[in-house]
């Protein structure tokens, strides 16, 4: 079955940079984008970008662009998400997500189990 | 708008039917996914699409799109329903958007 699995906690010191891989399995790696995903705690999902697992190209959110670096490594079938100039308010558990697209619809399936990254000095 | 509008709290009694909206610019462009999640887990889609279950999903669960109006329908809700609840969609940018979440509970 299709799987994807993250990489441990982290606890990071303001500043810092924060590196989160995500392991997949059970499909062709290179025809699917891989997604990542933040949600704080008590609070909704937070779209961060994507990565093409062919090319490699990439996209993100107005609000990480500068910040966010997303790659993979085809021969791994493993993607990473580095986030960098970390502050408090990144605190938040990180996940990758494949997306799928059929039916009109644009969605995430299936997720990681997510990483918590915590921003503390 | 570049947002997802859900109300954030709706309640259901037991056995009940509960409607839960997403409202969004963005579901002119793609209909919306509905995920579900609960406490401590990643979340999991429960319709796509027009209205499309997963495997696994009970056929209680039902969607609709209409204008820039999305709906997740639960039917005969169950204790086990009790989560919360988010829609998805991508805007004619390419960007993905969320709602805030409504969280359901069943009584």
């Known amino acids: 079955q299709v799987q994807l699995v993250q990489s441990g906690a982290e606890v990071k010191k303001p500043g810092a940079s924060v590196k989160v891989s995500c392991k997949t399995s059970?499909?062709?790696?290179?025809?699917?984008?891989i997604h990542w995903v933040r949600q704080a705690t008590g609070q909704g999902p937070e779209w961060m970008g994507w990565v093409n697992s062919d090319s490699g190209d990439t996209g993100s959110a107005q609000k990480f662009q500068g910040r966010v670096i997303m790659t993979r490594n085809a021969a791994l079938n493993t993607a990473y998400m580095e986030l960098t100039s970390l502050t408090s308010e990144d605190t938040a558990v990180y996940f990758c997500a494949r997306e799928v697209y059929n039916s009109g619809t644009y969605r995430f399936d299936p997720w990681g189990q997510g990483t918590q990254v915590t921003v503390s000095s | 708008s570049s947002e997802l509008a859900q109300d954030p709290a709706v309640s259901v009694a037991l056995g009940q039917t509960v409607k839960i909206t997403c409202q969004g610019d963005?579901?002119?462009?793609?209909?919306a996914t509905w995920y579900q999640q609960k406490p401590g887990q990643a979340p999991v889609f429960v319709i796509y699409?027009?209205?499309n279950r997963p495997s696994g999903i009970p056929d209680r669960f039902s969607g609709f799109t209409s204008g820039t109006t999305a709906s997740l329908t639960i039917t005969g809700a169950q204790a086990e329903d009790e989560a919360d609840y988010y829609c998805q969609s991508r805007d004619s940018s390419g960007n993905h958007l969320f709602g805030a979440g409504t969280k359901l509970t069943v009584l």
């Open positions: 963005s579901l002119r462009y793609s209909y």
């Open positions: 059970g499909y062709t790696f290179t025809r699917y984008d």
């Open positions: 699409g027009q209205n």
